[in-house]
């Protein structure tokens, strides 16, 4: 077990993967991280696949770990979201053909070609990356001749002690990893180790421990609810998909700390999807909340609406303003 008392930030992007526990091995891509779990010489997994354009360094951060002609058992998706399988399609077609790609029931119709996630929200505000979002792709993305549903059983495929947390909210399928053994946990975006939705804190990677990144998280409460499932794991060493690795006796105190303070300073007041959540079902989409108005939009409205009754009337009692009779000719 890990007993690094202080934060570590994240690996730089030439880096190779650094390991973080036993078998446990992380790579920032841009900015979001993959994970391999496995050690050297036995059977190991990838952990999500990244922004496009990553495979060849998905590639050699694995022959880097595993020696030349690595390749995994499979890969597990913590959830969908683009930024998590950006890579995936060209992984699939030319580094590792046929690999199998295990995700949670929920989250397959955004993985087999039938639904698109919702949108992001712009409106949650701290900083840039809400924005961004928005010119992500939201799929319908189509893996179906790979995808295989987890195990029910909780068990993570060929990852030996490891176990699926269903942890819902920022995706409806999303699912964290848990090795009890050493207290290691895996957390895709169920929480992250930075202020996602700041491009400051992204690009200086300084770890700190936050709720899922807001803009795509579509059911606050669940979200709550699995930020509480993952604070009473007491994790001893966190890797998220977002930020650096927290480690050590301060990961507690965080924890407690992100769940005491949640609904005041997580959840985004006002954002669309924080009053009512966006309703899934193992089909996709069922409901979306409305975007919401912000005061200043909505004053605008108002002011339009009041001009253009002012200007309706205006023009409606003109009409129906008698006319001066003409005095008729002497
Ligand atoms: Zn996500
Ligand atoms: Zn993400």
Redesign the pocket.
């Known amino acids: 077990m890990q007993t690094q008392a202080q934060p570590t930030t994240n690996t730089p992007l030439q880096s190779p993967a650094r390991r973080v526990a036993p078998g446990v091995y992380i790579k920032r891509l841009l900015f ?1 991280n993959i994970v391999f779990l496995g050690e050297p010489g036995g059977p190991w997994i990838l952990i ?1 696949a990244g922004m496009p354009g990553y495979a060849d360094a998905i590639l050699a951060a694995a022959q880097a770990i595993y020696g030349p002609g690595a390749r995994p058992q499979a890969c597990v998706l ?2 969908g ?1 683009y ?2 399988i950006g890579s995936l399609a060209n992984v699939l077609e030319r580094i590792w053909p046929g690999l199998p790609v295990f995700a949670h029931p929920l989250e397959q119709p955004y993985l087999d070609g039938t639904a698109a996630y919702p949108a992001p929200d712009p409106t949650v505000g701290g900083g840039i990356m809400p924005w961004v979002a928005l010119g992500f792709p939201r799929g319908p993305f189509d893996f179906s001749a790979n995808l295989r549903p987890l195990p029910a059983d909780g068990t993570v495929p060929f990852a030996h002690g490891w176990r699926w947390v269903h942890t819902p909210g ?1 995706a409806p399928g999303h699912v964290s990893l848990w090795r009890a053994q050493d207290r290691c946990l895996v957390a ?2 169920a929480v ?1 180790c930075t202020r ?1 939705e700041s491009a400051y804190w992204v690009a200086t990677q300084r770890p700190e421990l936050n709720g ?2 807001k803009y ?1 998280t579509t059911d606050w409460q669940a979200a709550a609810r699995s930020v509480r499932t993952l604070a009473s794991l007491q994790p001893a060493t966190l890797v998220s ?2 930020g650096g690795t927290l480690q050590g006796p301060r990961l507690g105190q965080a924890f407690r700390q992100l769940t005491a303070r949640f609904e005041a300073e997580q959840v985004p007041h006002g954002g669309r999807y924080a009053a009512s959540p966006v309703v899934q079902s193992q089909a996709g989409v069922v409901y979306v909340p409305p975007l919401p108005l912000r005061p200043y939009v909505k004053l605008a409205l108002v002011l339009a609406g009041g001009l253009a009754t002012l200007l309706w009337l205006g023009n409606n009692l003109g009409a129906q303003r008698p006319q001066k009779q003409k005095a008729p000719p002497a």
Do not use: A, C, L, S
């Open positions: 979001v999500d913590t959830h979201h930024d998590h920022h895709g975006d992250v996602q899922p990144p795509w998909g977002h």
